[in-house]
């Protein structure tokens, strides 16, 4: 795990100084915790009260206003190194008058559950990344999204800040809508779901795993079964969820992989993977692909493909993190294998191998293109973010009271901003950039050639094409130019870069040595760019 910056900061959060902050008046929802004075822990659950105050939108919340919901709940800590944090986020389950048995209900408008989660926010001091990339996906997908809800909590009385109230992802009629699946489904058709699967680190709750088929730079990627619970599942059913996602990745693995009727998509709703990809890639998330992915299937009589999904944990994305180049709007998250390959967690060797296949990219690209048009326009997202930001202006100072880390470097994030506006004008110039960059960089995904014209006065030649050795390429200049060659494969990731330095007007021949050139038979993108003039070639490489 790469957190060579982390154990560092970590101790330099934890001893930061917190400031007396009483909280008596809000514009969000206030959730009180009285656990009588025990200390949460981490398992089991512990017995104790909740009540919220929540007068409706547009109405103050005072914490003397009579509660609009009160329960019983079990509280533990949440989260791998989260929990370590000052500030701890908390997971909950609403329980009855005894304590002991699990209720669903309703909680500050969301669909009535059980179980919650208390999401701290400590280390995104915007304190909107979450909420972005949560609303950005439920008008991107039309598959589930975690609803959430601010608000400010009050802990045996005392002000812990601002927190994120979000539904924890569960089987359930309004969460992930797959068939409830008993101990007596051991056959036919009951058996084949419904199964909420994650790839993850392996705190929390105890799960069975098994391998997935192909490492990833020589490291497994275990594939969990989140539910259902592993005291409620059987052998029978272990087996056939095991079966049944082998199968999909034998066939992605397989020569006719393109094909529908034994290839990959006949075991997944292509459509969620575009999104959850594009999801992903627009806040370059670190953890894309590879934790906290979770991904399910029906029984088959409710077309049993795959879904991907829901999305979770994005405090880190957004240019949030300070390590592999994830900082940087330019680059993609599925290229993490090739920037970070010593990574304990990996991320599954599915989406290179999706990205290879023409419709599939085709599909990214023209899916991206078109949310720009309006869903990703970034004068709209900044509106959001400018939005957010107005809303939580008197909840976020008190936070920044209690826990005084504007400036300080927390956990792998980096040192952005020393104030709260600074911290929003990187997020918004980082936005910005971002979208500009996957514009350009979207454009090769499942064409063969890029849409750039041949400029008279900059022609270019490759020889020999297809070819297994080295390439000459040959281009002329009308005009003195610094000459910049990038080579991509089909889903534009960069494979090769060079450059030549102030060339004289006239004719120019480089040799390409083999060694230097894609090993991995296929089509490529060869662009050689003179002083900002581009222009586009395809190179077959057998």
Not at 141 to 152: A, L, M, N
Not at 221 to 230: A, H, S
């Amino acid at each position: 795990m790469r957190f060579f910056s982390f154990l560092f900061t970590l101790s330099v959060g934890l001893q930061l100084t917190t400031y007396a902050q009483t909280l008596t008046t809000s514009n969000l929802p206030i959730v009180l915790i009285n656990t009588n004075g025990q200390s949460i822990p981490d398992d089991p659950k512990l017995v104790c009260d909740l009540r919220i105050i929540d007068n409706g939108a547009g109405k103050r919340n005072n914490v003397t206003d009579k509660p609009s919901f009160t329960s019983k709940i079990g509280i533990e800590l949440r989260g791998s190194t989260s929990q370590d944090f000052p500030k701890k986020p908390y997971g909950f389950e609403l329980r009855d008058a005894s304590g002991a048995n699990s209720v669903d209900a309703s909680i500050l408008g969301m669909p009535s559950e059980a179980d919650w989660v208390l999401n701290a926010t400590y280390v995104d001091k915007t304190l909107i990344r979450e909420p972005l990339i949560y609303d950005l996906g439920r008008q991107i997908s039309k598959y589930y999204v975690p609803r959430y809800r601010y608000c400010e909590l009050i802990l045996n009385g005392k002000y812990e800040g601002l927190y994120i109230l979000f539904e924890k992802i569960k089987r359930n009629k309004n969460r992930v809508d797959v068939s409830s699946i008993k101990k007596t489904d051991i056959s036919g058709d009951a058996v084949t779901g419904g199964y909420i699967f994650k790839i993850d680190k392996y705190t929390g709750e105890e799960s069975r795993m098994w391998t997935s088929t192909k490492q990833t730079n020589g490291i497994d990627v275990d594939i969990q079964i989140e539910r259902p619970k592993i005291e409620d599942l059987t052998e029978e059913q272990f087996l056939y969820a095991k079966k049944f996602v082998t199968e999909f990745e034998n066939a992605l693995a397989g020569p006719k992989y393109q094909d529908a009727t034994v290839g990959y998509p006949k075991y997944i709703k292509e459509d969620s993977f575009v999104d959850y990809l594009l999801i992903n890639e627009i806040c370059h998330n670190i953890d894309a692909y590879r934790l906290s992915t979770f991904f399910y299937k029906d029984r088959d009589s409710k077309d049993g493909r795959l879904v991907m999904g829901p999305i979770w944990d994005y405090n880190l994305a957004f240019g949030n993190v300070g390590y592999c180049q994830a900082d940087l709007p330019e680059g993609w998250s599925f290229d993490f294998t090739r920037i970070c390959g010593d990574d304990v967690f990996e991320m599954p060797f599915w989406w290179d191998r999706l990205l290879t296949d023409k419709r599939f990219a085709n599909s990214v690209r023209s899916r991206y293109q078109g949310l720009r048009t309006n869903v990703l326009k970034t004068e709209r997202i900044h509106a959001y973010i400018d939005s957010v930001a107005n809303v939580l202006t008197e909840a976020r100072t008190r936070n920044f009271q209690r826990w005084d880390i504007i400036g300080v470097p927390i956990g792998p994030t980096h040192l952005l901003g020393q104030t709260y506006q600074e911290e929003i004008n990187f997020l918004k110039s980082w936005v910005k950039k971002r979208l500009e960059w996957m514009d350009k960089a979207i454009v090769p995904f499942g064409s063969s050639v890029l849409g750039t014209e041949l400029i008279p006065d900059f022609n270019v030649t490759l020889s020999p094409n297809p070819s297994t050795d080295n390439v000459t390429l040959r281009y002329n200049l009308s005009q003195r130019a610094t000459v910049q060659l990038l080579i991509t494969d089909a889903a534009g990731r960069s494979v090769q870069r060079m450059t030549w330095p102030n060339q004289a007007a006239g004719d120019h021949e480089e040799t390409l040595p083999a060694h230097s050139l894609p090993t991995a038979p296929g089509t490529y993108i060869l662009q050689l760019n003179a002083d900002g003039k581009p222009i586009s070639r395809k190179m077959v490489r057998f």
